[in-house]
């Protein structure tokens, strides 16, 4: 069964329907702290689980961790000691908070950015961590271990990939902010192909190929989508603003809601379709959107089915409170394979 999950944040509601599509929750966020303790409490989604899974009981609700101090993965990880607390931690969690496993989100090993503090023993020392959260959440019966990965070629060179493999039940590949804030060419920041005369050429198929290709079984692959958009702004009105440099990189544009009411083929902005990435964008003569919307998600979809990924994510849930984005994700992904 293809895996279809949700990251929800504080400020997401998820409701009867969508709870019946989901298979996987993963609670943004929690925390890991530099004496190696995992902090759930207090996250106001936690107040709707219970309901959730009464209304889908497969659904498997996950937390999502994150460092609470800029360098608590790369202290907890180069320990021993701080490793056996997280094996204890997570077997907690486990057991005593009912949640049914833990996703890292460590952006990124080896890489100081996001304001991280990192090391070059990350890359091993990593390894380490998983395999420490591993023996704890088999120590409480078995839950699962995800990890959320960087969708580029420095990710892959920062891990130990056939390792991660090992103890990973599936990684949630970030197929999102292709293009970001790093690019001042506009472009697609979550398209499925690369297109023709894109210099800065990144892709959910090249991604997927490239952890494939690194070890990551595909089926342990999850690729990602947007529910959100990136801006570029004062771009040359030619070739409708697509690829185009920038005085500055892509920045956080609306969500899909806000995209659906205020900016798509309204108020100056035309959608138009790039079929050779299967991405749209707007553009209104000086702003260019990139987003993901139904038609792309069509695509993505069939894309997963097709080549036997392990199923699609997206970050994130408040994006889209009309559920239409999710509700076409279920519809394709459960969909018999056409003819």
Known sequence: MKKILAYVGEDSIVTEEQAKILTHIHVAFGHLTVDGKLLSRNHPFLSQVKQIREQNPDIRVILSIIPKEPDAFTVVSASGELRDVVTQ?????????????????????????????????DKHNFTLLCQAAR??????????LSIAAGADV???????????????DYVCLMTYDLKCGFHALTGHHTALYSSTGDIFRNSCDQALGLFESAGFPRQKLLMGAAF???????????YHGFLQYTKSGGGYGPNYDKLAAEYIDKNGYVRYWDDEAKAPFLFN??????????????????????????????????????????RKIGQEIRQPDRD
Do not use: Q
């Not at 931690?89 to 890292?104: K, Y």
């Not at 420095?154 to 990973?168: C, Q």
């Not at 959100?228 to 030619?238: A, G």
């Open 228 to 238: 959100y958009s990136r801006i570029w702004e004062e771009v040359t009105d030619r």
């Open 154 to 168: 420095y990710y892959i060179e920062s891990v130990e990939a056939k390792e991660l493999a090992k103890v990973l």
């Open 135 to 144: 023996k704890g959440l088999d120590m409480a019966g078995g839950g699962s």
């Open 285 to 326: 003569g000086s702003s260019f959107i990139s987003y993901d919307d139904e038609e792309s998600l069509y695509h993505k979809c069939a894309y997963v089915k097709r080549e036997g990924i392990g199923g699609i994510f997206y970050w994130c849930h408040s994006g889209d409170t009309s559920g239409v984005l999710l």
């Open 89 to 121: 931690e997570c077997r907690r969690l486990v057991e005593e908070e009912g949640f049914d496993g833990i996703d890292f989100d460590w952006e990124y090993p080896c890489v100081p950015s996001n304001g991280m503090n990192c090391s070059p023993e």
